[in-house]
């Protein structure tokens, strides 16, 4: 007989391991809600700011309650074991960390493809970068202490540090001394549909807004312009190009 369930301590190991990571989640998911409903009822910039405070606060928390139940040193802020890697591994963990990322965004524009169709698709996925890009820029700005309004030197850093610059190769060329180009050389997305065969993704519109987005959170001075993004023709050498002016 199936034995009943009616509380946690009723499951069994792989079903209490599957509940906390399950619990994982559903603290990922309120941290973006609080967020979202702060942005939403007092604006952006009191939202970032807001958002400092309380993910430094509850990272600390999280992590050193971890620690205890785990039995791992902290090291300041940092856990150990981490720290303790050996540097490929440390370089794969990094990497595999900005895949997932892609990956889950994936994952989301396909639900929602499946469920209604490529339009409502393009436009949920152009609305979340509207949202992700800004977050992004100030993740970036608090990690590397960038101050406000850095200008084109600033924009360039900060283009070294976005999830994408892990997975995808890019090039920056100077131009003026009042904007320079960004190139996207390769594009794991593009190149994946490449090796089946399949038309380039066309991505314009969310690169419009992820772009301009950016460079705006970065120092709102800074004007964007799409060069080329599918489903524009582009060359061999790069998938897609960003000029960025001051």
Excluded at 10 to 15: K, M, Q, S
Aim: include cysteine.
């Amino acid at each position: 007989m199936k034995k009943e369930i009616n509380s946690t301590a009723d499951l069994n190991r792989e079903d209490t391991v599957r509940l906390i990571l399950d619990f994982f989640h559903r603290t990922m998911m309120h941290h973006a809600m609080w967020y979202a409903e702060v942005e939403r009822q007092l604006g952006r910039e009191k939202a970032m700011e807001t958002l400092k405070t309380a993910y430094e606060k509850s990272s600390a928390i999280q992590l050193k309650r971890l620690s205890k139940v785990l039995g791992f040193e902290m090291k300041e802020d940092i856990p150990g074991p981490l720290l303790d890697l050996p540097d490929d591994t440390l370089q794969k963990l990094k990497e595999a960390a900005a895949a997932n990322w892609l990956a889950n965004d994936g994952v989301w524009f396909q639900a929602v493809e499946f469920s209604k169709d490529m339009t409502e698709a393009k436009k949920c996925n152009d609305a979340c970068w509207g949202a992700f890009s800004p977050f992004e820029a100030w993740s970036i700005r608090r990690f590397l202490d960038i101050p406000a309004n850095p200008g084109l030197e600033g924009l360039k850093k900060a283009l070294y540090f976005r999830l994408y610059s892990v997975i995808n190769k890019q090039s920056i060329v100077e131009e003026t001394p009042t904007s320079f180009v960004f190139h996207m050389d390769e594009c794991r997305v593009q190149a994946a549909r490449k090796r089946k065969g399949l038309d380039d993704y066309p991505c314009k519109s969310a690169g419009v807004v992820e772009y301009s987005t950016f460079a705006a959170a970065i120092d709102p001075r800074i004007k964007t312009e799409c060069i080329a993004c599918p489903p524009d023709e582009h060359p061999e050498e790069w998938f897609c190009s960003w000029r960025f002016s001051i």
